[in-house]
C-alpha cells in the first residue's frame, strides 16, 4: 500500500469536507496526532482506521486507496457513474453527450 498516496487523500478530502484534523479525529476515534502521522505518511493506520476515516469522511476506501491499485481507472469509472445516475435522464444524456466531445477532442488533438 502507498501510504503518501493515502496519506494525501485522507489530507485532500478532509479539507474538500472543510474538517480540521482534531474534527476528522474525533470522528474516528482518535487522536488529531494520529491523523496527522497519517496524512505525512509517518504512521501506518490499521484497516480499521482507513475504514473509520472513509467511513468519517462520506467516501470509500477505494477513493483514499485508488492510485494504489494497478487499474485505479475502474474506481474513476465508477464514480462517475454513480454520479451520473443521481441525474434526471434529460441531465445524464448531457453529461454523456459531454463526454463524448470531450473525448473526441482527446483523440483528435492526440494523432
Do not use: W
Not at 474538517?19 to 470522528?27: D, M, P, T, V, Y
Not at 491523523?35 to 472513509?54: C, F, H
Not at 486507496?65 to 434529460?90: D, G, T, W
Amino acid at each position: 500500500m502507498d501510504y503518501i498516496t493515502l496519506g494525501k487523500n485522507v489530507r485532500k478530502y478532509r479539507l474538500i469536507f472543510g474538517f480540521s484534523q482534531e474534527e476528522l479525529a474525533g470522528k474516528c476515534d482518535c487522536s488529531n496526532s494520529h491523523i496527522g502521522q497519517i496524512e505525512n505518511a509517518r504512521g501506518i493506520p490499521s484497516l480499521d482506521m482507513v475504514v473509520r476515516i472513509a467511513n468519517s469522511l462520506s467516501v470509500t476506501v477505494d477513493q483514499l486507496l485508488k492510485e494504489s491499485y494497478s487499474n485505479p481507472e475502474v474506481v474513476y469509472l465508477r464514480e462517475l457513474a454513480e454520479r451520473i445516475e443521481k441525474y434526471p435522464v434529460a441531465r445524464r444524456i448531457q453529461a454523456c453527450e459531454a463526454l463524448m466531445a470531450y473525448l473526441d477532442s482527446l483523440e483528435k488533438f492526440s494523432q
